[in-house]
């Protein structure tokens, strides 16, 4: 927030941040009331007794360290000492490292880091969802809608994810800043968040893509609008290997740190042994051959991905740990799975077809036809106008994938963490299918009246305005449809805190 930021804009990001807080607190509830569950996950055993303030801090922030974020709180203690760690790329648990100094050292290592990620995450869930905001207002040009799909942020389905120690809350806040800065046309910041992002998630690897149709459609546009003279074939080649140049320069700014991190693990793995197993505590190393771990700098046969003309361990850790490739979790055993990713799939795919349904031509020549309506200075704005396209075909993108190539119940914060659409979509049904929202101020007002229970609210007093929050104070009125969004949202949200916190399985 600027100084000049205005009481509503204010009151708008209190809102935001006040939703954002509940997690912390139910999942030390249900972590406290719930006895955990023994689940075949990694997880590494404790070195030393904990003391009493470790003990506190485990009852009170335990549950963020469950499932994978055992993973991200193992390597910023100790570093890609399993090959199998390679898996999750080292942005977050770096950052958690540095932020570990931040608490006394009388506490252990995994005390300090739990403290560092519940600290970290409040504070990017934040700021994602002001990234989304921003963003919402460039993209959609509807203030109100922006608003409302930054609080359902607030209570996503992917909420756990956002608050535990996983890497969610940061590449969310990461790429939705770099679409919101490429919006605004600052391609360098733009560039150097998008490359933060890859460090983060490897799916951060697809957003050159943004990059990539940027540069197309302006010089198509270019190509359309521009005078003769603009067409001569010297000045378009030029035109052609600037936007080209630029495009594949930005493009390997978004990959380096991924083939970075790949060349790593390659000098750790796959160069000669250093004896790193004598340094190694022994309970790790019994861990290793239980498991049937790799560990780094160990003598012996190498992993075969060593080997490869272009070693990636990253794919290697997905086919071989996880059984990750095309259709093979399509079985019958999966099935509770599907279910699970079921919600988020169907409203990927409505989210797709009302798109394209609305806008067939403009889907059909990739948006790089400027329409009638752009051609009058006023083009269509909300989720179903022109800008929304790209961001839509990068939804429908991760969707294809996820649901074809991953494990498919992690869909739903794979989708939450990645695209707007999960949020501008339902935002958009809602806005144009619940009266309650009409009469509520936001952009289709039908009349004056307020939602029951409305109070003005101002930057420093009064209760901030929360739609979502009145919506569900007044659910009885609003209408099936706002109640199968609403369900879906906190439904995944409450019970991602209560099972995925006690290391029950969970999306």
């Not at 300090?112 to 207002?137: E, F, H, I, M, T």
């Not at 699970?340 to 990927?348: E, N």
């Not at 051609?375 to 429908?396: L, N, Q, S």
Request: aromatic share 14%.
């Amino acid at each position: 927030l600027s100084p000049r930021s205005s009481p509503a804009r204010c009151s708008q990001y209190q809102s935001i941040s006040a939703s954002l807080q509940p997690s912390l607190v139910f999942q030390a509830v249900f972590n406290l009331l719930i006895p955990d569950h023994s689940a075949d996950a990694f997880s590494p055993p404790r070195l030393r007794s904990p003391g009493p303030w470790d003990a506190l801090v485990e009852r009170l922030l335990g549950g963020l360290g469950r499932w994978d974020a055992e993973h991200f709180l193992f390597i910023a203690e100790r570093g890609y000492l399993f090959e199998h760690n390679c898996a999750f790329l080292p942005l977050f648990p770096l950052s958690l490292r540095a932020l570990a100094c931040l608490w006394p050292p009388q506490l252990q290592p995994r005390s300090r880091l739990l403290l560092s990620a519940a600290l970290l995450n409040s504070l990017l869930s934040v700021l994602a969802a002001a990234a989304l905001y921003g963003l919402g207002r460039a993209v959609l040009r509807r203030r109100g809608e922006a608003f409302l799909a930054a609080l359902l942020f607030s209570l996503s389905p992917a909420g756990v994810f956002m608050a535990a120690a996983y890497s969610e809350s940061m590449f969310a806040f990461l790429a939705f800043s770099a679409m919101w800065q490429l919006e605004k046309g600052q391609s360098w910041l733009s560039g150097l968040l998008f490359s933060l992002a890859s460090g983060a998630r490897a799916n951060g690897l697809i957003n050159a893509g943004f990059f990539l149709y940027s540069r197309g459609k302006r010089f198509a546009l270019q190509l359309q609008v521009g005078s003769a003279s603009v067409r001569k074939l010297p000045l378009l080649w030029q035109q052609v290997l600037g936007l080209a140049s630029s495009a594949a320069l930005m493009c390997a700014g978004i990959f380096l740190p991924f083939a970075l991190f790949q060349y790593y693990a390659y000098v750790r793995f796959c160069g000669p042994g250093t004896g790193l197993d004598q340094t190694v505590p022994e309970p790790l190393l019994r861990l290793a051959r239980d498991k049937g771990y790799r560990v780094a700098g160990m003598d012996g046969a190498k992993p075969p991905w060593c080997s490869q003309r272009f070693p990636v361990v990253y794919s290697y850790i997905q086919d071989a740990y996880w059984n990750v490739g095309f259709l093979r979790y399509f079985e019958l055993r999966q099935f509770p799975n599907f279910l699970l990713a079921l919600p988020v799939t169907l409203l990927g795919s409505w989210a797709a077809w009302t798109y394209v349904s609305t806008n067939p031509r403009h889907c059909l020549t990739l948006g790089l036809e400027r329409s009638k309506s752009e051609e009058k200075g006023k083009p269509r704005d909300g989720f179903c106008g022109p800008a929304a396209f790209v961001y839509m075909v990068h939804a429908t993108a991760l969707l294809a994938f996820g649901f074809s190539c991953m494990h498919v119940q992690v869909l739903t914060r794979f989708l939450g963490s990645s695209s707007p659409i999960l949020y501008w979509f339902p935002a958009h049904l809602l806005q144009e299918h619940e009266p309650l929202l009409w009469s509520a101020g936001t952009d289709n007002p039908a009349s004056g009246k307020p939602l029951p229970g409305k109070s003005p609210s101002s930057c420093g007093k009064g209760t901030p305005d929360n739609l979502v929050v009145r919506l569900l104070l007044n659910w009885r009125l609003i209408t099936p449809l706002s109640k199968s969004i609403l369900g879906f949202f906190l439904s995944y949200w409450l019970l991602g805190l209560i099972l995925h916190c006690n290391f029950f399985p969970w999306t």
